[in-house]
């Protein structure tokens, strides 16, 4: 066993190997073991060692880590040109492991200002902001209009849903007569909502679509299609019925006798005989209209042959009517089969003409207004640097060329980027590009945390990339370093204890580690006394037993077991936060030190808060909202109606008990009983009654005044900062109101610099479009708990992690089915149109589904640096053996001891009161 001291010694060594600048390295670097230092270290010895700032590309996952990146070294740049003499020296050497020498302290000291001086300074970005600013730099060799524009997501969305509209809309006059076939197609096999999914998935995926259609275009996709089905392009579904209906296609005469000795036997062989004996004696188009109930005389629903098609009676005749059913029963199974080949194929193909034909409007519609959105940054970088040439050149002009490249979180790169960076790095290692001055390529990242499938990162990519640069490194005769870092920082022995034996189960580490590998984490502190802690599942709670005859006078009120869940760890986070609890690093708890990790936004986490809240625990609320779900934007949202029109009764009612108002249910009820007129005349008749009714009116009166005069950015500012607005919604609702206040006001000001100021359209706007806010909760911005979903949580740490949702598993299998080389794609409308191939795809889809569900499980634990509380509600069925609580229970219940818990006993809720607890 590696003792903590080697541990860390080991560790240091790794770093500084794969900070080593005269290298190339790939560094495969578990949670919390300080990848993003070898990141900063390797760039500081770069930038020591001579190399211009200029020629450092560090390209990053998030804008937030880019600042964070840069921050983190411009710190250390500053301290290095005001430290003593000593402190340098020792800075310098932890840094490179050798003593610098005065000249090195001297360039050391100069760093900063050298940086600060470099012509666009150090190239610190995501692979987004590089690509923009190549686009910007060289638009012609990018075939694209200069002084383009980037549209952010929502904008974006807004353009394709308005695309979508414009093509469905004008569908029937479309003079292309295939698309207008396809798209009846594609709506024959889902109804409006399921229309509207599709449509969405299709949109997210259509890079890939557009990748599929870049050579061969529908042509090529569609023989592609119909190759891997074994079908030719004359297979339609309506050739195969007919054919399979013609006089010739069966044995009628056989058929016709064997119906003559079924008409003898049992009920079942009658009743089956008369179906044959109908089928058959029609013309061939009435077959086709009944060939689905013919079958059903050979076949199951589901095309599953029959395992009996005579009873024994009919068996003992000389004549071999089993015989004769067995052939046409076999004919009936293949042309079944091909004739779900057939509708797999037009469904899909139609799929794909209607996807052409919306990614063209789309690209049209971009183009005409000279947008690039962050799709098309990566493309069209892509498609610019495969020039013949253009790499070269393109660099050469980009201030002396790049010579290192380095590359965080490369697990999270999708296939078109890694083509970007290769684009970037082809002269390194061949040709002149090998010059003197080494030029070097570094990367790090971690498979377990490749939680970004939506996206298309792949884990296996960041293994191909890995083995693709080693390769050209070594043959390039340069020194390629493959480091890999697991001793963490940042969590607590028995922490990373309960991560290895729960991913050294076979059911838990497949995805997460590659087959026949173990994880194994060691832990560099000793100031600690870490806990892994198991609830018992909280269980389904009883349904009312009240009759559904009694009068329901007073509402009954059953907690839900993901009510009580809430309600327990907003108590359990209280009692921590109570003052006597202290962490192993000696201080109180604090709010800010709590994580809530959830797998997706649910009722939860609303319970949660709300819970919080009761509390009186600090609660920064959710890391992402959409704004016009929150109680805030929709009071605004009220106030623009009520402008429009101040007749309209409800939206006046919902302004009056806002916190803009302040009225009660008495209030409202006092103007509207016996009301005569519209509720604005019945308030303007009543403002007397009292103050608050004044000030009210005369609150609305200016706004009204107001709204015909100024754009909306203008009225709304006035009335949340003037009019004393954003005091009282903080009021009621807390500091976690300030975000969506601030987006809804800069909506508004982003509205007025591209539209004609009308409130009307503004606020169309708002409620079409699904503005998200995403919110910064670094741990130190704010002292309250957070909650965020795992994916929110990448790179953040807490001491004291809760993972809630850990029972429900992922069911949703993508109806975009693409092969493993993503030359070819299946729809499947109907499951059951699937062959082995289809069904092969699918089974991998789901696959990969629930391998990146168990990524997102390491990540999840990975947070907790001090104390992981593991629960969970339990609902109709029973706990799935692949659920997180399972995989956390079976790995480490041989290791922990069961304890009674006097929180839970105390709570006298639906849980026993023990649980399983691992201790340092």
């Not at 103050?691 to 015909?708: V, Y």
């Not at 998200?772 to 992690?801: F, Y």
């Not at 990969?848 to 390491?858: S, V």
Request: glycine share 4%; with cysteine; proline share 4%.
């Amino acid at each position: 066993m590696m003792n903590l001291a080697s541990s860390v010694t080991k560790t240091k060594r790794r770093q500084r190997l794969a900070s080593d600048p005269s290298t190339s390295a790939w560094v495969s670097a578990s949670a919390g073991t300080g990848k993003t230092k070898a990141l900063n270290d390797r760039t500081l010895r770069l930038l020591l060692g001579g190399t211009p700032p200029q020629q450092i590309l560090c390209l990053t996952f998030t804008r937030a880590a880019a600042a964070e990146m840069a921050n983190r070294l411009n710190q250390r740049l500053v301290s290095w040109a005001i430290v003593n003499e000593e402190q340098l020296v020792h800075d310098l050497k932890d840094l490179t492991g050798v003593s610098a020498d005065k000249p090195t302290r001297e360039r050391a000291r100069c760093l900063l200002a050298r940086v600060l001086d470099a012509p666009g300074g150090m190239r610190i970005q995501t692979i987004h902001s590089f690509c923009e600013t190549l686009l910007g730099r060289f638009p012609l060799e990018a075939n694209i209009t200069p002084h383009f524009s980037v549209i952010d997501e929502q904008t974006a969305a807004e353009l394709l849903e308005t695309t979508i509209d414009e093509l469905l809309s004008n569908f029937q006059t479309n003079d292309d007569l295939n698309f207008t076939k396809a798209l009846k197609v594609v709506a024959f096999h889902t109804n409006d909502i399921g229309f509207r999914a599709l449509i969405a998935e299709l949109t997210a995926d259509r890079t890939r679509i557009a990748n599929l259609l870049a050579d061969g275009g529908l042509q090529g996709a569609a023989r592609c299609i119909r190759s891997t089905l074994s079908l030719t392009e004359a297979d339609t579904p309506q050739s195969i019925l007919a054919s399979a209906c013609a006089d010739d296609a069966f044995d009628s005469k056989g058929l016709r006798q064997a119906t003559t000795v079924m008409a003898k036997g049992a009920k079942t062989d009658i009743d089956r005989a008369i179906s044959i004996k109908a089928w058959i004696s029609k013309s061939p188009t009435d077959r086709i209209l009944s060939f689905s109930e013919y079958s059903r005389a050979f076949l199951t629903i589901g095309s599953v042959p029959l395992t009996r098609l005579v009873t024994k009676s009919v068996l003992s005749n000389a004549f071999p009517t089993a015989q004769i059913l067995q052939l046409e029963q076999n004919r009936l199974k293949l042309i079944k089969d091909k004739e779900k080949k057939a509708l797999l194929s037009e469904a899909t193909i139609s799929l794909l003409t209607v996807g052409d034909a919306l990614i063209e409007a789309y690209q049209n519609a971009k183009a005409s207004r000279n947008f690039l959105d962050y799709d098309d940054l990566i493309l069209k970088t892509r498609d610019m640097l495969r020039q013949p040439g253009a790499a070269a050149w393109v660099l050469y002009k980009l201030d002396g060329g790049i010579d290192h490249v380095l590359i965080d979180e490369a697990q999270d790169t999708n296939p078109d980027q890694w083509q970007v960076i290769q684009s970037l790095t082809e002269e390194f290692f061949a040709g002149a590009g090998a010059r003197a001055q080494n030029r070097t390529v570094f990367a790090v990242g971690d498979t377990k945390q490749s939680i970004y499938s939506f996206q298309r990162a792949d884990p296996d990519a960041f293994n191909q990339m890995q083995e693709y640069f080693g390769d050209r490194v070594k043959r390039s005769c340069s020194e390629w370093n493959h480091i890999t870092l697991d001793t963490s920082f940042r969590s607590s022995a028995a922490i990373l204890e309960s991560v290895d034996l729960v991913f050294s189960q076979p059911s838990a580490n497949d995805g997460v580690l590659a087959p026949q590998m173990q994880v194994k984490h060691y832990a560099s502190r000793t100031d600690t006394e870490g806990m892994i802690e198991i609830w018992p599942l909280i269980e389904k709670s009883q349904k009312s037993n009240v009759s559904p005859w009694i009068t329901p006078i007073t509402q009954v009120n059953v907690e839900s077991a993901c009510t009580i869940l809430a309600n327990l760890v907003a108590e359990k986070i209280k009692e921590l936060c109570s003052g006597h609890t202290v962490l192993s690093r000696a201080r109180v708890i604090r709010p800010r030190d709590i994580m809530v990790l959830v797998r997706r936004r649910s009722a939860f986490v609303t319970d949660l808060v709300r819970a919080l809240k009761t509390s009186h625990v600090p609660v920064s609320g959710v890391d992402r909202l959409v704004l016009t779900e929150h109680i805030a934007v929709m009071d605004l949202i009220s106030v623009g109606r009520f402008l429009l029109m101040p007749t309209d009764d409800l939206s006046l009612a919902e302004v009056l008990k806002s916190p803009l108002c302040g009225f009660d249910d008495d209030d409202l009820f006092m103007i509207a009983h016996d009301r005569e007129g519209s509720l604005w005349q019945a308030l303007c008749a009543r403002e007397g009654h009292s103050p608050e009714f004044r000030t009210a009116k005369r609150m609305l009166e200016c706004l009204l005044h107001d709204a015909n005069k100024k754009p909306p950015y203008e009225l709304y500012a006035e009335l949340l900062s003037g009019g004393g607005g954003r005091r009282a919604f903080q009021s009621r609702l807390g500091e976690e109101v300030i975000d969506p206040l601030d987006e809804f006001l800069s909506q508004a000001l982003s509205y007025q610099s591209s539209h004609a100021p009308s409130l009307q359209e503004f606020l169309d706007r708002i409620e079409r479009g699904s503005i998200t806010v995403r919110r910064d909760l670094e741990q130190d911005s704010i002292d309250a708990v957070r909650i965020l979903t795992v994916h929110g949580a990448k790179g953040l740490e807490a001491p004291i992690v809760f993972l809630p949702d850990t029972v429900q598993i992922p069911k949703q299998t993508p109806r975009l089915l693409w092969s493993a080389d993503q030359r070819c794609l299946l729809w499947a409308a109907r499951k059951t149109w699937l062959d082995e191939i289809g069904g092969a795809w699918s089974k991998t889809a789901e696959e990969n589904r629930d391998r990146e569900y168990r990524r997102l499980l390491y990540v999840a634990m990975t947070r907790a640096a001090d104390q992981l509380y593991v629960c969970g509600w339990i609902g109709n069925r029973a706990l799935d053996r692949r659920s997180w609580y399972n995989l956390i229970l079976e790995g480490i219940k041989d290791s922990a001891k069961a304890e009674p818990d006097a929180f839970l006993v105390d709570r006298k809720l639906a849980v026993k009161g023990s649980v399983l607890r691992l201790r340092d």
